[in-house]
């Protein structure tokens, strides 16, 4: 069972057929999407129907650390940048595609693990009171990427933070495939930091939702995609330019 969780997943296969470059990642993206997009969806606006709060993580750090609402631009690169990273990073080999599988795999898995505990432990992001009551001094470009959030995200599926999670895997794997080209590596690694403090400026999460993002994003590396990787290197992959 394990060895099989370890491995590339059947629902790859269809994946794995595309003969381009970008056919792959982009099918890739696409059952992903299939996949993670409605179980977060679902599970966030079915908590927020509930309204149920079982823990507030409040901390004094939290009330302290100041709305800005210009960091909103960064916060969304999740989105333009974290997301469409693969087309710009994965090896254009097939070596590069099974590792592309397995970071789309630890994603999933980010996704699923995450999206039980916001039903286990739900908690209202409340923090989003302070940016609401800053909506109509803000810029007109910042207000309107604030209520387009709102308006798919309800402030429920606190923590762990999905942004820093999901975001952490794609920059993780950059690195990875970049190790040749340093300037790539520090500048993702360093927009992924500045990305996970926005979370905190735009009052989207609590200080715990970072801290319990990075803790889980650090257990499925180490129990799910570094196996995987290993498992890997024991087969027989063409290295050659597809």
């Known amino acids: 069972m394990r060895d099989k969780f370890l491995d590339i997943w059947p629902i790859w296969n269809i994946v794995l057929a595309r003969e381009s470059r970008l056919a792959f990642i982009l099918s890739m993206g696409a059952v992903a999407i299939f996949i993670g997009g409605p179980m977060y969806l679902i599970t966030n606006h079915l908590m927020a129907l509930r309204g149920t709060t079982v823990f507030d993580p409040t901390t004094s750090l939290d009330l302290a650390i100041p709305f800005m609402a210009w960091t909103i631009v960064i916060y969304q690169s999740l989105f333009y940048f974290f997301y469409p990273l693969p087309l710009i990073s994965v090896p254009n080999n097939q070596r590069g595609r099974y590792e592309a599988l397995i970071m789309s795999q630890g994603l999933l898995v980010i996704i699923l693990v995450s999206n039980i505990w916001f039903v286990i432990c739900p908690a209202e992001v409340h923090l989003r009171s302070e940016a609401i009551q800053n ?88 129990w799910q995609i570094q196996p995987s990787l290993e498992k890997l290197d024991t087969k027989s992959i063409d290295e050659s330019t597809s």
């Open 135 to 222: 909506i109509d001094s803000m810029h007109p470009i910042f207000q309107t990427m604030f209520e387009g959030l709102w308006l798919m995200d309800s402030p429920y599926n606190s923590w762990p933070s999905l942004h820093v999670s999901s975001a952490g895997i794609f920059a993780l794997f950059a690195i990875r495939w970049w190790k040749d080209k340093p300037i790539r590596q520090w500048a993702v690694g360093i927009w992924w930091v500045l990305m996970s403090l926005s979370i905190l400026t735009t009052k989207q999460h609590f200080l715990l939702d970072l801290v319990t993002a990075l803790m889980l994003l650090g257990a499925v590396w180490k």
